[in-house]
């Protein structure tokens, strides 16, 4: 999406407001309505964990967004989708088995995922000084390619893997029906109630200009610890891929996630080799993680469940910060390491902040009485924070190094 769409969305919504809150409002009551049908959908013990969850997600938001307000709209925003997804259920009658139930935690991660980088790209152009109006218009437009992308991604590698494996399937339509539902908020809600409700005034946030371009730049002072880093990295992702492989079952609905979101992305992007750094660089987030966590469990068999909910996660962020990297590439820059500096200085903040929150709400659900959710959270825990280190950190210092 590119040119002046999201500036002339937002200024229909500001002239029709009156009439199309209207509407989202009694879309929204009839989708709820659902829940009247089918109250029972909504498991008490996994809707308290679930809340939690999403609110110290919301008080750690406002502390490192440095806005109450911010983190207030994640939390409203948030537990609209969830009762908007639990409607839409109801209607289409479709049921829980004991895999489904972890399509939450990926639909959890991924609309938190997508307010953070929305509402992170606003407070930035606002600290730059854009008025709250423009300041959002932008924030649609460098963010609903790269959150559409993913989302995409994520769903069709669950609506892949489920075809090939019917357990995947309640899966997959949560997640489908997470995924869209999580857009149109995005596009819909958040527009139409900061047209009226204003976040706090803000001067010029340094990390908000910056992001995290100095970190890289502070690493890159001990170049033989780097040297030692990228290489220590390497071995440890051999090894734990091939410990790994001997005990994976249905490794085959992996594979085709994979290979699902990898044509998917080559043909978007049209690059060979950054969608092959994309992918690689989250399944290997992945594989480490599990390699270290099953390696003091004494398991004779690990199912793809715990392997494909992580990368669905992971793979999010990956795609943000190589959006925004083959943006620089095709329109400002033609070397990678300023490609590496724009990527890092605009989106580089928003993932680190996505990945503190998603830390926070899974060690609340990692709580979860249901074991998949607790084996799924805890291992996402580590993922994600790897997955931002070999994004944000391991890749960057090798190009910057070598620049």
């Known amino acids: 999406m590119t040119g002046r769409w999201a ?5 229909i919504m500001g002239h029709h407001y009156s009439s199309l809150m209207t509407l989202f409002t009694f879309i929204s009551l009839g989708i709820l309505a659902g829940l009247f049908n089918n109250f029972s959908i909504l498991d008490t013990q996994s809707s308290i964990y679930i809340g939690t969850s999403l609110l110290i997600m919301s008080l750690w938001a406002m502390k490192i967004m440095d806005s109450i307000k911010a983190g207030g709209l994640l ?14 259920m109801s209607w289409l009658e479709i049921s829980f088995d004991e895999h489904s139930v972890l399509g939450w935690v990926v639909i959890i991660a991924m609309m938190m995922s997508n307010l953070v980088h929305v509402l992170s790209t606003l407070l930035r152009e606002m ?18 390619t790269p959150i559409l992308l993913s989302n995409i ?33 995005l596009l ?30 502070r690493i890159q002072q001990y170049p033989r610890a780097v040297k030692l880093g990228v290489s220590i990295s ?5 090894i734990s891929l091939g410990y790994l492989a001997q005990f994976m079952t249905q490794l085959y609905s992996v594979g085709v996630m994979l290979l699902a979101s990898f044509f998917l992305l080559l043909i978007i992007w049209q690059d060979l080799k950054i969608t092959f750094i994309t992918l690689v660089s989250s399944f290997l987030s992945v594989v480490i993680v599990l390699a270290a966590y099953f390696s003091f469990q004494g398991v004779l068999s690990i199912s793809a469940f715990v392997l494909i909910v992580p990368l669905g996660m992971v793979l999010d962020d990956a795609i943000h910060y190589f959006s925004r990297y083959l943006k620089s590439k095709r329109g400002f ?9 724009f990527a890092l200085s605009t989106v580089g903040r928003p993932i680190w902040l996505t990945t503190q929150l998603l830390m926070i709400g899974l060690l609340i659900l990692s709580f979860h009485p249901n074991t998949l959710i607790q084996q799924a959270s805890f291992i996402t825990i580590f993922t994600v924070f790897l997955a931002s280190y070999i994004i944000l950190v391991l890749l960057p210092v090798i190009r910057l190094r070598r620049s």
């Not at 600290?127 to 609903?144: M, V």
């Not at 991604?153 to 999580?182: E, N, P, R």
């Not at 820059?333 to 500096?341: G, K, L, T």
């Open 333 to 341: 820059f033609n070397d990678d390491a300023s490609c590496h500096r």
């Open 7 to 11: 500036f002339n969305w937002v200024q």
């Open 127 to 144: 600290a730059r000084g854009s008025f709250q109006h423009d300041a959002l218009a932008e924030a649609l437009k460098q963010n609903a």
């Open 188 to 217: 819909s809600w958040l527009p139409i109630i900061l047209l009226k409700f204003f976040l706090e005034f803000r001067v010029g946030h340094y990390d908000d200009r910056h992001g995290l371009v100095d970190l890289v730049s």
């Open 75 to 88: 939390f409203l925003l948030s537990a609209y989708a969830l009762l908007m997804l639990a409607g839409i």
């Open 153 to 185: 991604t994520t769903c069709f590698g669950f609506v892949v893997a489920a075809f090939y494996d019917a357990s995947f399937y309640a899966m997959a339509w949560i997640v489908v029906l997470g995924a869209i539902i999580s857009y149109l908020t």
């Open 234 to 238: 390497i071995i440890v992702s051999l």
